[in-house]
Each structure stands twice: as structure tokens, then as C-alpha cells.
């Protein structure tokens, strides 16, 4: 039996249902990450669980426990917000000693877990300071050590990180995957940022319009994405998503991306698809990550399955550790990702190479993966 598990849920508005038949199951320890742009019932479902919004039907068991009804202060949960909610008149150790406090624990004993939290946290330096005095990062390891000093049965993240700079969201994005490594705890989290999705969990669950798309291991999510919407949304640049129809030479499926102004490229079906529903004449979507996108120098070595192809170069974006290069095929902008030293210039013809092991195809019809 799974430690959280999620059945049929659904949340209306009146006639507006915002959750439409959610099913979700977190082992305990496990951190289950619920992804999707903004407006797609993810911070809804949160709240769901940690009881600020009534369910309209369905299940939510921790442990084997229905709480639907119950109370949020009887759920055992911790949430910790975006907006981190300090007591600004109370010092640091008092905002994360405040919760225990009001349910009677006695003070050596609250003491005693608001140092082994700030230790972990390594806030011990801040406890005598008041929130004012605190940077955003600061902040959010306090707003943190006050849900951790609980010892709750699960965590609810709600947007944690949005009000952070770039890197300092880096920085606190290391610090939750540490602690989550270092305590074992179970972990809920909201983001609309894929990365952050993608760095953190162990479970991914990517919603649109109220409706699971996909869950699944970062890996399953991204490399096998189930349709067209979660292969756009998750990953960054976005997959490679081109029009091409399938030609069959001798029984076996082909793949053909037109170029206005060169040869089409003929490629052999991606290992990933079932060549069953392949008809000849059939219009597919061709997906590929920007990683297998590249050149024989830059060509990950235990691809089995390659086809080069020459392009003009649209533009060339250093990035670092790495070289964005944009061209075109059929009809679309094509990232590629290859090495920071790539000899590579504007305007100039290239040899691109596509790594098929890496290569999706979607039926434009259904949108679902091929």
C-alpha cells in the first residue's frame, strides 16, 4: 500500500470542476513533484490534501487513513508557502518553536528540535534574528525548519522558490534535494518550473486543465514523454516537435521531414516506436531533445541508431558549458546542443547529426505518443 494515495478526486466551483478524477500514489520517503502552467489545478490539489479545500468526490489516504473530513491541524501535514507566513514580531527560533508551543510541548523539548533543525537547515547563527533582518533565502530555511521542527507524516511545498532570484533559486534547489537525502521525509511540491520538477523529484506529475497528462520518473517523463503537451512543456530548450509523414521501402517505415529549399530527410523509424501503426502515408510528429541534435563530433558514442543531414546555420547562441545552434526543417526552428568549442558559424552549411535512440513520434490526431 502506497503512504499517500490519491483516488478519483475531483474539485468543482459550482459548475467549474477544477480537478477532474485525480489519481496519484507517493511511497513513504518518496518526493512527488506537480508540475504544470499556471491555472492547471496544481496548487488546488495541494491544498486538497492539506485540507484548506474541501474535496467534491473522491479519496485522500495517508497511511491508510481516509482524511478526507479531517481538520487540517489533524492531519499531521506541514506546509510550508510561498510567501514563507514568519511572525515578523518573533525571533527565529520563536517562529519555528511557535507551532509546538501552541500544542503544549514542553520548552527544553521544543528547544532541543528547533537546534537539531537549524543545525541541518545550518541557520543556527539566525535564531536570535527577526525576519526583517533575514535575506529571501534566509527566510525560506526558516519558513522550512518551522514545518521540519513538526516531524509531520508529510510536506506540502507550495511554489517555494518563485520569489527567489535565478540563483539563489539554485542555490535552495540543492538545499531541499540535500535535506530531503538527509531526513527521508515525504514530500508534496508544487512548481510551475520544470527544472526545479525535474532536479527534485523522484515522481513527476505533470497536469493540464485539471487533468493528469503523465506521471512518472524525471527519466520516464522526459525521454518518453505520453503526448505532445508534456513533451513541449517539460524540458528546456523544448523538444524538436516537426511534421513528417511515413514512407515504406521494402516493409519498413520511414520517416520523411520536407525542406523547402533542399532534399527531404529520410530517416529510419526511432527505435521508440511501434512501426505497427506506421501506415505509409500516415502524417506523424517527429520529436527529438536538442541533445540528440548535434554533430558526429558531439554524438553521444553508444548511440546505435544516427542520421546525419546537412543544414545553413540560423543562429549560434554560446551558452557556456554548451552551443545552442537553431536551424530549420520542415517548416520549424530545429535546437541543436552540442559542445562549447563547436566549429560552427551563421549563415554557413553544417553536418547535423539526429541520434534516433533519443526520438519520439505522436500521432498529430491524438497527440499521444506512437
Known sequence: MAFLEITGLRKRFGSLEILKGIDLALDKGGFLVLVGPSGCGKSTLLNTIAGLESISSGDIRIEGQQINDLHP??????????SYALYPNMSVAQNMAFGMEMRGVPKAERDKAVAGVAKTL????????????????????????RA??????V???????????AKLRVDMRVEIKRLHQVTGTTIVYVTHDQIEAMTLATKIAVLKDGELQQVGSPSEIYNFPTNLFVADFMGSPAMNLLD??????????????ERKDHPPIVL????SADARQLADGAKVIFGIRPEAVNDRDSM?????????????????????????????????????????DADVRVGQSHEFAFNLDKAVLFDPATTRRI
Do not use: C, W, Y
Request: hydrophobic fraction near 40%; glycine fraction near 6%; aromatic fraction near 4%.
Open 73 to 82: 491541524s489533524k492531519r499531521d501535514i506541514a506546509m510550508v508557502f510561498q
Open 122 to 145: 545550518q541557520i543556527e547563527h539566525l535564531l536570535d534574528r527577526r525576519p526583517s533582518q533575514l535575506s529571501g533565502g534566509q527566510r525560506q530555511r526558516v519558513a522550512m525548519g
Open 148 to 153: 521540519l521542527v513538526r516531524q509531520p507524516r
Open 155 to 165: 510536506f506540502l511545498f507550495d511554489e517555494p522558490l518563485s520569489n527567489l532570484d
Open 244 to 257: 513528417s509523414k511515413v514512407t515504406r521501402a521494402d516493409g519498413a517505415p520511414r520517416i520523411v521531414l
Open 268 to 271: 529510419p523509424a526511432p527505435p
Open 300 to 340: 553521444d558514442r553508444n548511440a546505435k541508431t544516427v542520421a546525419t543531414f546537412s543544414a545553413n546555420v540560423e543562429i549560434v547562441e554560446p551558452a557556456g558549458s554548451d552551443t545552442f545552434v537553431v536551424t530549420h526543417i520542415a517548416g520549424k526552428e530545429v535546437t541543436a546542443r552540442m559542445r562549447a
